[in-house]
């Protein structure tokens, strides 16, 4: 799509290649949007996770480990809230929305998660922006029928990209009545064994470091990926995934608030500011001290 436009591959810029802001990333999206052609420039999901390197980049956050709770309505969240709402409502430059779920009916509603159908993978979106596991899932279907590439998030305002991470721990119940079995079965999964599985097979980022090289490998089908991407996220500043006990509930609220905030019928800044106060009586990981203490986002490397 790129190509197509004239537009320049950000990894063959002579200045600092690979680096890209805001605006030269919404200049991409402009060029190559042409709804004429059910073609569109970004596929950016509007979920509170999703918004987070918008708001993390400039150097806030919407939601708090200590103290813990959701902060929505700070400045740069309003901010990024409304950046998204003009690249959807305004701009028309974003497939999320009903043009996506128009778009991925053949595949159902989860279309991610079967097999890596998504808009990107089918060539009628210039940037996709999720996670790395869509990277290994996107291969078998995009194949050679077109190059692509990844991208570190933008910088804002001079300030690095922010990404979003987040993690599959495992965990054993207390009162599990095979307690050996389990702790067996844990101790596998953090093993040589199967952590060289999930690098060679590429299923997920192992979270053996020694591991992790093998894993971001280009494939053969792709070769001059940069996978390094992934890698380098810890070592700029970063969010993480936020749960709770009641992140489901948390969620329903959201979803909510964000629909009614991008189609008009709440301000974004009263729209969110509800959200929070909503979403903070329904937080709960337990009681007891804060299992997050002196933990700020967005995280800085040392």
């Given amino acids: 799509m790129l190509k197509k436009k004239g537009i320049q591959d950000p990894w063959e810029k002579r200045d600092k290649p690979g680096e890209w802001t805001l ?6 999206v402009r060029r190559t949007t042409d709804p004429a052609q059910d073609e569109w420039g970004l596929d950016w999901s509007r979920g509170y996770h999703e918004m987070g390197p918008l708001i993390w980049t400039q150097g806030a956050t919407h939601f708090n480990y200590d103290p813990i709770g959701w902060t929505l309505d700070n400045p740069a969240s309003v901010t990024a809230f409304q950046w998204a709402i003009d690249w959807w409502a305004k ?6 929305g009903p043009e996506k779920t ?5 595949w159902g509603g989860r279309a991610l998660d079967n097999n890596g159908m998504t808009p990107f993978a089918h060539g009628k979106a210039a940037v996709h922006y999720r996670s790395v596991n869509d990277w290994s899932r996107m291969w078998p279907v995009i194949k050679d029928q077109f190059e692509w590439d990844m991208m570190p998030i933008p910088s804002i305002n001079g300030k690095v990209g922010a990404a979003w991470t987040a993690g599959h721990p495992v965990n054993m119940w207390s009162k599990t009545k095979v307690k050996d079995d389990t702790w067996d079965f844990l101790k596998f999964l953090i093993g040589d064994d199967f952590q060289k599985f999930m690098s060679e097979e590429q299923v997920l980022v192992p979270a053996k470091v020694e591991h992790q090289a093998r894993f971001y490998r280009a494939p053969s089908v792709q070769p001059h990926q940069h996978a390094k991407v992934f890698s ?10 936020w749960r709770n006990f009641k992140s489901a509930e948390n969620g329903t609220v959201y979803n909510e608030y964000r629909d009614k ?11 969110l500011k509800e959200a929070s106060s909503r979403m903070n009586q329904d ?14 986002l967005p995280i800085v490397p040392k």
Avoid: C, T
């Fill in 261 to 271: 905030i991008f189609r008009g019928e709440l301000g974004v800044q009263n729209g």
């Fill in 283 to 296: 937080l709960e990981w337990g009681g007891g001290e804060n299992p997050w203490k002196g933990m700020k």
């Fill in 232 to 241: 380098d996220v810890f070592k700029k500043p970063h969010g993480i995934a």
């Fill in 23 to 28: 605006e030269e990333m919404l200049d991409i």
């Fill in 102 to 106: 128009r778009m991925m009916q053949p």
């Fill in 91 to 96: 701009n028309k430059w974003n497939v999320d």
